[in-house]
């Protein structure tokens, strides 16, 4: 038959094959299923381009080194050992699944292999299988790959899309199919399955997760920590809900310099900031002292804080912990002052997540071989420290120029006492400083008193006349402008159905809360300790009964209370926002003066919340007090008034204008 070109003998009980002449045109050939126990040398049917002998008795490959044309060479179901006698062969589908194979070997010359099926041997490393470009295609089911390391072999192979590595040992491990992903990410099929996108980007949010996941994870997992805390109104909340509390964060290049201006900073306007010394895990450099500049803690407390809910951010900087706490920024807020924090772009990331909205002053030496000269000085870094450090100039300016707005201004620091001054120049115009303002800070305090105290409704036209023209209308203007920009942000939002139940509920709460009614089950899931009663945060106050406690206030020893909200009902939204901006009752009550008339404040976030129904309103406005011949008398204690710790410090917070992330 020398036309011959397809010859199937399968399923018989041959124990030899091509005991006869070659036809010479004979293509493919399938011998399986018979029991041939040795193969033939096969050197005569060199046009032969697909042999199949699965199902037989043979132990050795052999006699295919003339084979020229072979492509497609299958010997499923023997008992062959090892993997031999392939040549050079052009072979591109190589079956030798369900043998007894133990090590990939003699691959390498078989340059244009795309399909191998090695399934059911007993393979446990995938060493051999690299530099096959054309590979698309490997089965190892069933066999003994116990490594996740053993993957790195085939993770080079431009083609490789289908991989099966179902019923090997690392199957067991967790992160088994993340990891292939990762480490594959040219994979469409894994273990038979279709791989999808969202499993790709999971797998490399796992193992090289960019920045901005980072920074997202690790506000989430701080969020989630600290939820599991008691919660409490924060001492920075502040009593206008729409003011954010001022922050001021310097951001830039390890020892570009940021600590020192930090510090000089607050020293300067140390009746608006103070330093923020951040937690780190990393040893203190010659000169750094504990609490004073960081807070030098070792890697089990960072952990144990962490755990703890104590950070609002943290992040990683040359395999080192750093993270900022809530009782930094807290016991900065309780004393009336702005948190001046330094931190690298990572933490940055983090707290950009957060509900604050900083300053973000970015820090750069620009001049890069200047800035080397001054980190081999500091010999405290090695050479790639040094170098990795150097490359994050270019790494900061980049973000700078990529995300306009991300940080509000740039001060180069190639020279520390210029950048201090430039610095200094942006501050006060933060603050709506005028140059002669800003020269004696000290007296910022004394003249917002000396405002507050003279206030009253005789001279509220004085009052006015000065607060358009000094600093507080920037304050006031920078109020202005975060309420119109959180409220069209707010309008502007469309809430989803979760975030309108949730806000549902919430306003509930705190409506039945301030009806004095008893919180519902969910709101005491949260409180496990004892919470803090907002009134006993004045201390000089009798703690038994938040009613006695007003009635027995500092009124009877002549000192007055300047009337905040609660002139209220008519009173100006210029008015409100001015005294809600950290003038309380409680913080003016410090201040003696002519007791003009008294009643009970509204808490600001009452009378600015607009989620309160008029009902609601109507009753928390009722007065509880009454003022007859300079006399103060408990009428009816409708609700207890929230003053919160810290709002009875200092009267003005920093205006830090208008927000921006
Ligand atoms: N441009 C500069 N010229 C001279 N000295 C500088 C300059 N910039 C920083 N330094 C010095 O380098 C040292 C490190 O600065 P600093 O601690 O302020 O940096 P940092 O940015 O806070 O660093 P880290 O992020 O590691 O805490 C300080 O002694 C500082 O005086």
């Known amino acids: 038959m020398p036309y011959l070109i397809e010859l199937s003998a399968s399923h018989n009980e041959l124990t030899t094959f091509f005991g006869f002449k070659p036809p010479k045109n004979l293509k493919k050939v399938d011998f399986s299923f018979n029991k041939i126990p040795e193969m033939n040398d096969l050197f005569r049917y060199k046009g032969l381009t697909r042999l199949i002998l699965d199902h037989n008795e043979i132990k050795e490959i052999k006699g295919l080194t003339n084979c020229s044309a072979l492509s497609h060479l299958s010997l499923a179901h023997n008992k062959i050992t090892k993997m031999e006698g392939f040549g050079k062969l052009p072979i591109k589908i190589l079956c030798l699944s369900n043998n007894q194979i133990e090590e990939i070997s003699c691959l390498e010359n078989l340059k244009i292999l795309q399909n191998l099926d090695l399934s059911g041997n007993k393979i446990s490393r995938l060493k051999g299988l690299e530099n096959h470009d054309l590979l698309e295609i490997i089965n190892l089911e069933d066999n003994k790959i116990a490594e996740l390391s053993e993957i790195k072999h085939i993770e080079n192979l431009p083609l490789l899309r289908v991989l099966n590595l179902l019923k090997n040992p690392l199957q067991d491990k967790s992160d088994y199919w993340l990891f292939v992903l990762y480490t594959l990410p040219r994979l469409t099929e894994l273990d038979r399955k279709k791989i999808n996108v969202e499993e790709k980007v999971e797998a490399e949010n796992k193992y090289a ?36 509390y001022p922050m001021l964060v ?26 923020g010394s951040c937690h780190t895990t990393r040893l203190p450099y010659f000169g750094e002292g504990d609490r004073v500049d960081y807070n030098f803690i070792s890697e089990e407390v960072f952990a144990e804080m962490l755990n703890m809910g104590k950070f609002i951010l943290t992040y990683k900087y040359n395999k080192h912990n750093y993270g900022l706490t809530r009782d930094t920024v807290e016991g900065i807020a309780r004393e009336g002052l702005a948190s001046c924090i330094h931190m690298d772009i990572e933490g940055v990331r983090s707290l950009k997540h957060s509900y604050f909205e900083p300053r973000y002053i970015l820090l750069v030496p620009m001049n890069k071989v200047k800035y080397e000269g001054n980190l081999r000085r500091m010999g405290l870094f090695s050479r790639s420290e040094i170098e990795f450090s150097v ?4 790494y900061y300016i980049e973000i700078n120029q990529d995300f306009p707005g991300y940080f509000d201004a740039l001060i180069n620091t190639d020279d520390l006492n210029t950048a201090y001054q430039n610095l200094c120049q942006l501050i006060r115009e933060y603050l709506g400083l005028s140059d002669q303002l800003g020269k004696d800070m000290s007296d910022i305090t004394d003249f917002s008193k000396e405002v507050y105290a003279r206030r009253s409704p005789e001279n509220e036209e004085f009052f006015w006349h000065l607060s358009s023209n000094s600093l507080f209308s920037d304050f006031l203007d920078s109020t202005d402008r975060n309420y119109v920009i959180s409220l069209s942000a707010r309008l502007l939002a469309e809430e989803i159905p979760a975030e309108i139940t949730s806000m549902q509920k919430r306003r509930e709460a705190a409506r039945q809360a301030l009806m004095g009614k008893v919180p519902a089950d969910y709101t005491t899931l949260f409180q496990r300790g004892p919470v803090p009663t907002p009134i006993s945060a004045i201390t000089h106050l009798d703690r038994t009964s938040p009613t006695r406690m007003w009635a027995k206030s500092k009124f009877a020893d002549g000192i007055s209370l300047t009337p905040s909200l609660s002139f209220s009902e008519g009173s100006s939204y210029r008015e409100s926002l001015l005294m809600s901006k950290g003038t309380t009752l409680s913080s003016l009550a410090h201040f003696p003066g002519e007791s003009t008339f008294i009643s009970l404040e509204t808490p600001s976030p009452l009378k600015s919340d607009t989620y309160l129904d008029k009902e609601t309103k109507e009753q928390l406005s009722k007065p509880s007090f009454e003022l007859t011949d300079r006399k103060f008398k408990v009428k009816s204690p409708v609700y207890q008034p929230n003053i919160r710790s810290g709002r009875n410090v200092k009267i003005v917070l920093p205006p830090i204008p208008q927000c921006r992330k």
């Open 209 to 244: 997760p960019p920045p901005e996941v980072v920074a997202a994870q690790d506000h989430l997992k701080n969020i989630v920590y600290s939820m599991m805390q008691p919660q409490r109104i924060f001492d920075s909340t502040l009593p206008s809900l729409d003011a954010p």
């Open 250 to 275: 310097l951001v830039g290049p390890q020892a570009g310099g940021k600590r020192e201006l930090a510090h000089r900073l607050c020293r300067q306007f140390s009746t608006f900031f103070r330093y």
């Open 391 to 394: 490359a994050r100039v270019d």
